[in-house]
């Protein structure tokens, strides 16, 4: 069973390692509109392929009434979402229709970039070097918020702290209300991304006001949990998540479309076409963050001084020490998220070098060689 998971694992990594949205969107068109259109409609087709996945339990569960096997239930329903999104999947690569020029077939050999001329253009491309950190502490805050609340539900609001007994009902509504209330902007950012675009007119200013909402939503969760008003009730805090859903959500299109614009301005200043290079870097960040996922909540878990029965769910350490865990679990889940987003915001406001007029003078530039597929 692990050689065939292993196996399996590095197949679909392979497969995802050609995923090429970026380039294509990319050559499709260097209009900033079109761009933005195209943009959010791969985000929403992305959220509707989800969907299935967020109720897969109950489709398996429903399906499993027919055949009366959890197992053969689950690898039905994976076998026939496999089948149905691979063929859409197909149906999707054979509609792509790529023109291109003769001299570019010609000079094939002499367009091929070196390791040492990819290394220079790493260093030389300021927004990619900008970007590149940027989008990574901002993306590193969901990841953080995300693994955080799922312990701080529980045990802020959920634990006796004289006894470390948790009600785990109370946990469970508190918990599924919080799930829907992030799955909701989950839906409804996309439509708003493309009217905070238009608003300020370019990729990064737009990613600027989305960060700075972030640091302020921050800011007062913060407030709240010191003076003591975050304990009230459970609601406030999944209300505080419920508008971050809507800031992370909107703030992912222009973040997206801020890689292209690092590949256009690469192609800008050398000739050459480097969104493959490009969407390479942004893969990586994505492989960086999943892993480092499990990885801060781990590290987080030590540093709190986490220590719970694995049967009953209940502190199984000195509960003279729970109140301080509970505390540090705040801290992480507040103050931390404010600096990392705070520093996000400040690279892109003050190191990112694309004003519009440079965004213009190379749209112009670019789009006199455009050939679009």
């Given at each position: 069973m692990?050689?065939w998971?292993?196996?399996f694992y ?11 949205s970026?380039?294509l ?10 761009r933005?259109?195209?943009a959010?409609v791969?985000r ?12 897969f339990?109950p489709i398996?569960?429903?399906?499993n009434?027919?055949?009366g096997?959890?197992g053969r239930?689950f690898?039905?329903v994976?076998?026939v979402?496999?089948l149905?999104l691979?063929v859409?999947s197909f ?8 023109k291109?020029?003769a ?8 367009e091929r970039?070196r390791?040492r001329e990819?290394?220079r253009?790493?260093?030389a491309?300021?927004?990619l ?5 940027a989008f990574f502490l901002?993306?590193?805050v969901f990841t ?6 799922i ?6 609001y959920s ?13 469970a509504?508190?918990y ?9 902007p989950n ?6 991304s ?6 300020f ?6 990613t600027?006001?989305?960060l700075l ?18 304990k009230?009730?459970p609601?406030i ?12 959500g909107?703030?992912?299109i222009p973040?997206v479309?801020l890689?292209t614009?690092?590949?256009d301005?690469?192609e800008?200043?050398t000739?050459?076409?480097m969104?493959a290079?490009i969407n390479?870097?942004?893969?990586i960040?994505?492989k960086?963050?999943?892993?480092l996922?499990?990885?801060?909540t781990?590290g987080i878990l ?8 694995s ?5 199984m350490g000195d509960?003279?020490?729970l ?6 679990f705040g801290i ?15 690279m892109y406001r003050?190191?990112y070098p694309?004003t519009p007029?440079l965004q213009?003078e190379m749209?112009?530039?670019?789009a006199?060689?455009?050939e679009?597929?």
């Open positions: 692990c050689v998971v292993g196996a590095l197949i679909y990594e392979l497969g995802t390692a050609f995923n090429t970026m380039p969107l990319q050559k499709m068109s260097y209009d900033a509109k079109l933005t259109k195209w959010l791969m929403i087709w992305v959220i509707i392929i989800m969907v299935p996945v967020y109720f339990i398996v569960t429903f399906v009434t027919g055949i096997n959890l239930s690898s039905l994976c076998v979402l496999m149905v691979g859409v149906l999707g690569v054979l509609g792509i229709k790529e291109g020029s001299a570019e077939t010609e000079n094939t050999a002499e970039l390791l990819i290394a253009m790493f260093i491309n300021k927004p070097m900008v970007h590149t950190g901002s993306n590193i953080l918020s995300t693994a955080i609340s312990y701080f539900l529980k045990w802020y634990a006796d702290l004289a006894t470390g007994v948790v009600d785990n009902e109370r946990y509504v508190i599924g209300v919080y799930a829907a209330a992030g799955l909701i839906f409804l950012a996309p439509f708003i493309g009217k905070v675009i238009r608003k007119k370019t990729y990064a200013r737009a600027n006001a989305c909402l972030g640091v302020f939503l921050y800011a007062v969760l913060a407030g709240l949990f010191f003076t003591g008003v975050l009230i009730s609601y805090f999944i209300s505080m998540t419920f508008l971050s859903g809507f800031i992370t909107t703030a992912v973040q479309l890689w614009e690092c590949a301005y690469a800008f200043k000739g050459r076409k969104n290079l390479s870097v942004n893969n960040i994505a960086a963050l999943g892993a996922s499990s990885v801060i781990g030590i540093a709190v001084g986490y220590s719970v029965n049967e009953t769910g209940n502190y509960v003279a020490n109140p301080g865990m509970v505390f540090r992480f889940l507040t103050v931390i998220p404010f600096i990392v987003m705070l520093l996000a915001w400040l003050f190191l694309i007029e213009k749209m112009d530039k670019l006199e060689g455009e679009g597929i």
